[in-house]
């Protein structure tokens, strides 16, 4: 068993062999990677870069580390985020549901905040799922800067 050791964290660095998006009207993406994984020390106060080779090509990678503290603060924050775009997702889809189920009389057009609500339920749609993944994944280790090949690379939480 793997346990997590105090003041740091287990990340993933994630070399993308190829990325192909096939098909015309049905679109397939298939992603293959290796990953790597890494022990990174958080700092204690702050956040700190620390550099990353990737396992496969040798890359150097940068990323910055935040501290266990800020790490679970920002985790709350995408939480509340998407604890609030549900809500928003919830009230603009009745709100919709409502009017647009009203039969308007002759030559009166339906409410400016109907196209308003509909704009909101796909933004709320798409970005929810988003928020929520990352409340829970989130480990105050983002990708910073590498070189040339930084498209092809990521850096992934690693969950036990
Ligand atoms: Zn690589």
Known sequence: MNRPIPGT???GVRHILSDKVTGFLVRTRRITWKDGI???????SGKQTVELNCPVCDA?????VRTEA?????????????ALCAI????AFAYAVH???KTLPEGQSLPTLFPVSVVSIFVTFAVTP????????YNGVTLLDAPKPRRRHSIRPVRR
Not at 60 to 64: F, G, K
Not at 70 to 82: H, K, P, Q, S, Y
Not at 88 to 91: K, L, M, S, T
């Open 130 to 137: 988003a928020l929520a993944i990352r409340s829970r994944v």
């Open 88 to 91: 928003v997702f919830f009230a």
């Open 9 to 11: 964290v287990e990340v």
């Open 60 to 64: 150097s990678l940068l990323a910055e």
């Open 70 to 82: 800020r790490t679970r603060r920002t985790r709350v924050v995408f939480g509340v985020l998407a």
């Open 99 to 101: 009017e647009g189920g």
């Open 38 to 44: 890494f022990r990174v020390r958080r700092p204690q």
